[in-house]
């Protein structure tokens, strides 16, 4: 996808918070818009710089994590296509307080506080939408917290295997294959455990007969068993 041939407000009116705008808002809201083209690994920001903007990734994956005094690595949030992130902080006036860093070749959006603030006081009715998508944002974090204190690692795994995207294709009860978008490594910083504790679920998993790993890929050979599997 070649940015110069990207259709902005096309894009604009797909995601969540802009659905309702017509094309001429939808125009207007793409004047304070940047796209970014991101190659593995480069930073989209890092604590402390100034946070006037929020982003929403296109194409790719952007790591959300924090760095302890020891320089051990946190992830705080994995951002896949049509997510977006920063809008929350964007309106404190605060600096970032967390980095982000793309995980693979990326495609990246930036939306500028102006643009949107322009567009409130235009029409109301779009802080209502940007409050609702902050709050489902403050909704998966508040459930992560709850899972980190709450359950095993093993529920971790297997809740993350049976993640939202997949319950539809488990409730058939055929095969489902979940791609893992990043490092194991990755994911298990996402889920607060080691990589090798990650990598002996998988495996007590694949001796159960519950799933078959290929590299990135995790078929889920009974997702019902897996579901009901007592080590959750």
Do not use: W
């Not at 894009?11 to 969540?16: A, D, F, T, W």
């Not at 980095?99 to 567009?119: H, I, R």
């Not at 980190?148 to 294959?177: K, N, P, W």
């Amino acid at each position: 996808m070649e940015a110069r041939t990207f259709d902005l407000p096309r894009y604009l009116s797909v995601l969540p918070l802009f659905t309702d705008l017509n094309r001429p808002e939808l125009e207007r809201l793409a004047l304070g818009c940047q796209l970014r083209r991101l190659s593995r690994g480069d930073t989209v920001f890092r604590v402390g710089e100034a946070c006037e903007e929020f982003h929403v990734t296109v194409t790719g994956q952007v790591k959300l994590y924090a760095l302890s005094p020891a320089g051990q690595e946190k992830v705080i949030e994995l951002v896949g296509p049509g997510n977006s992130f920063a809008e929350a902080l964007m309106f404190t006036g605060k600096p970032y307080i967390v980095n982000a860093q793309a995980l693979t070749d990326t495609l990246l959006l930036t939306v500028k506080k102006e643009a949107v603030v322009g567009e409130i006081e235009r029409d109301p009715r779009f802080a209502m939408r940007m409050l609702a998508g902050i709050s489902r944002r403050l909704h998966g974090l508040v459930h992560d917290v709850e899972a980190y204190a709450l359950h095993s690692g093993m529920q971790r795994v297997i809740g993350y295997l049976l993640r939202d995207q997949v319950v539809e294709d488990c409730a058939t009860g055929e095969v489902v294959i979940v791609s893992l978008p990043v490092s194991k490594a990755t994911i298990a910083s996402r889920l607060s455990l080691t990589p090798e504790y990650f990598s002996r679920v998988l495996h007590e998993l694949e001796s159960a007969g519950l799933v078959r790993i290929d590299k990135r890929d995790v078929h889920i050979l009974d997702p019902k068993s897996l579901a009901d599997y007592p080590g959750r």
